[in-house]
Each structure stands twice: as C-alpha cells, then as structure tokens.
C-alpha cells in the first residue's frame, strides 16, 4: 500500500512537472488582459459573486468556489489598486490553482488504475500522455482562466467512485461532479448502465444517481 502511494505521489510530480515545462514554451492569451472570452464571467464570479458569471457558467460553481477561497486569502493584495491590478491578481489565482487541479486529477486518474491492478510503468505511460495533451496541459497555461481542469478532477473523483464501489461515495461525489462541470451527468449514465449490467436493483441505482440529477437542476 505504501509503495502505491509513493508511486502515485511521484507520479502526481511527473504530472505537475510537465504542465509547468509546457507552460515555460507557452503563451498566454491576451484577450480581456489575459482573462479571455469566457474567463470575464469566471473572473467575476470569483471576486465578486457567482450571479455575475452567464447562465451557463453559473451552472458550475464547484471549482470557482474554491479559487474564489484562493483568491480572497492568498492572491488578492487587499490594498487600495487599480482594476489592472485585480485583473492580474485573478489570472495569477486561476494559473496557480490550475497546478493544484492538475495534482489532484493526476492521483484521481492514478487511483483509477489502482482498482485495475495497472503496473507503475503502465500508469507513468498513461499519467505522460494524458499532461502532454493540449486539451489537458497546453489549453490551460495558455488561457488559464477557465474552471475545465478543476472540472476533470471532479468528474473523474466520481469515476473511481463507481468503480471503487460505495453507495455513500457514489452519491456524493456525483452531486460534486455536476456542480463542478453539467457534463457530469453523463458519468451519472455510464454509473446507471453499470449497474444494469451488474443487475443492481432498479431501486438502487435510482438512490444512487437521482441526488445528482436533482442537484444538477
């Protein structure tokens, strides 16, 4: 168990590792001062209130929510400054925590493989491919003012929870999933097809999975 966990500790560091060299060789969107088209709204549900971002993006608040804490306490100078400032401030919150999702999805996608038996080397072959990707690694240190990475962790925590086995985990995990990105629910449908081909209760699965749904709504 230990030796698991040391491999998927470095293999979290190998993750991490390769956002930040990707990042030395990239650019940084210039649009909005760096916050980017859909950034505006993001960059105004964290400083001010989640009602300010449009409807679709208020519809995932998860992430934000805890960028919003970053920002507020750590990267957010209290002083009296200018709107160039706070934008850089929010760019800065977004960037650094974008690190953070990307650890923590690292571990996440590591202890799905766990449940499979995946040798480290496979997983160290998966774990490089998956943070050398643009859609995973390039597209967020070039427009870092987006809540997707926080999302893919979110989404894939429900993932080892349906694989891992567990009503309570399951419940709550979805409910976090859809709250993070509305694409989750298709995971809610991977978990109920599951349980179909596993011949689970019908009154089971719709325990399982309604929460989500609703919170969704």
Request: glycine letters at 6%.
């Amino acid at each position: 168990m230990f030796r698991r966990i040391a491999v998927n500790l470095g293999l979290m560091c190998v993750a991490v590792m390769l956002v930040w060299s990707i990042s030395l060789r990239s650019g940084r969107i210039e649009k909005e001062e760096g916050l980017g088209y859909d950034g505006v709204g993001y960059a105004a549900m964290v400083v001010r209130s989640f009602g300010d971002g449009n409807p679709n993006q208020q519809l995932r608040p998860l992430v934000l929510a805890f960028d919003q804490l970053a920002y507020d306490f750590v990267f957010h100078d209290q002083g009296d400054q200018g709107a160039e400032l706070k934008t850089r401030d929010v760019v800065r919150t977004f960037e650094a925590m974008n690190f953070v999702w990307s650890a923590l999805l690292a571990l996440v996608l590591c202890a799905i493989l766990d449940q499979y038996s995946v040798s480290a080397v496979h997983k160290l072959i998966f774990i490089a491919n998956v943070f050398a990707t643009v859609a995973v690694a390039k597209m967020f240190v070039f427009y870092p003012v987006l809540i997707d990475v926080g999302a893919y962790f979110w989404i894939s925590l429900a993932v080892y929870a349906i694989v891992r086995g567990g009503r309570l985990l399951i419940v709550v995990t979805m409910v976090l999933a859809v709250l993070a990105r509305e694409l989750a629910l298709m995971v809610a449908l991977a978990g109920m097809h599951r349980d179909w081909r596993r011949r689970v209760p019908l009154m089971t699965t719709a325990l399982t999975y309604l929460p989500a749904i609703v919170g969704f709504f």
